[in-house]
């Protein structure tokens, strides 16, 4: 006990509170182990309990040190006094203290006339351990959201390019094409081809269908649409039918075919041609158009 005198007026009914975070037990227990209790703090609790001083002193460390790890804390706008009240968990009758936390001193006390240790509560261990766990489904529920708007925000960001993308050349419609130039629909899925030489010979059969994407090509933004069919058929014809002058790479996904600075996609069972992305853009600064010249066939 001393006779440390609290500034005059804290924690009074105009006093405004701000809440904090709760203490973790090695905090609790560095704080409670230099603690000094001022005399009115003692002595209101004395009078409330009818206890020595001995005991006083030994219940108040209690208290406090649980009521850091587990109870309700708040802070005094603009000041170092801090209220520690007793957790929902021990009842309805709040027990609190005032702390100031920069001189360490208990400096007040209120509370039920009844004792705090009169009952039977739950075991600060099992407090901590549910709190503990309620931090964890916070967490997690917070990753939760984090994941979820992030996936928002990249589609977001998805349809923004897509919408941003338009051509200004004629596109055909969504879907898929035969290589007539007549709608398809969308071939069953086949086992996955893994053999290059396999894939070279099945990528050139007359079942293999374009898809929307390929033929609506800027590499093809000059051709007519009636002609983006046969156009996109001389150039997987060409890329396949010339190993030494196209690369196959086989992924997880999709088949990539690269050959004069031309890059398609087929599906991995070679029944659908997906995508084609022409050559980079030269010094005009735009891509490369389609030839037919350019993707003939070899004289035999």
């Not at 969504?174 to 053999?195: K, L």
Request: with cysteine; net charge positive; aromatic share 8%.
């Amino acid at each position: 006990m001393c006779d440390f005198d609290p500034v005059r007026g804290v924690g009074g009914a105009s006093a405004r509170w701000q809440r904090i975070d709760r203490f973790c037990p090695q905090e609790a227990a560095t704080f409670v182990e230099t603690l000094r209790i001022t005399r009115r703090a003692q002595r209101a609790y004395m009078g409330a309990h009818v206890v020595s001083e001995a005991i006083a002193d030994e219940q108040i460390r209690l208290l406090v040190t649980r009521f850091l790890q587990v109870g309700r804390l708040a802070r005094e706008s603009g000041g170092t006094v801090v209220r520690a009240r007793s957790p929902k968990a021990d009842g309805d009758d709040a027990y609190s203290f005032l702390l100031d936390l920069r001189s360490g001193h208990v400096i007040g006390y209120r509370g039920p006339a009844a004792s705090w240790f009169d009952d039977v509560h739950t075991p600060l261990e099992d407090l901590l351990q549910a709190r503990a766990e309620q931090r964890r489904r916070e967490e997690a529920k917070q990753e939760r959201r984090a994941a979820h708007e992030q996936r928002m925000r990249e589609q977001q960001e998805a349809a923004a390019r897509r919408a941003a993308f338009r051509p200004t050349w004629p596109v055909l419609p969504d879907g898929q094409y035969d290589q007539s130039g007549g709608p398809a629909p969308v071939p069953v899925p086949r086992r996955p081809i893994t053999d290059e030489a396999r894939i070279r010979y099945v990528g050139r059969l007359p079942h293999v269908v374009f898809h929307a994407d390929a033929l609506n090509s800027p590499f093809f933004r000059n051709v007519p649409l009636e002609r983006r069919c046969e156009a996109l058929h001389r150039v997987l014809d060409f890329l396949l039918r010339r190993p030494s002058k196209s690369t196959v790479v086989i992924g997880s996904q999709t088949i990539t075919v690269t050959g004069k600075k031309v890059t398609l996609t087929l599906s991995r069972d070679c029944a659908m041609v997906r995508t084609l992305n022409p050559p980079r853009p030269g010094n005009k600064n735009e891509p490369a158009s389609y030839l037919a010249k350019h993707w003939a066939k070899e004289r035999r």
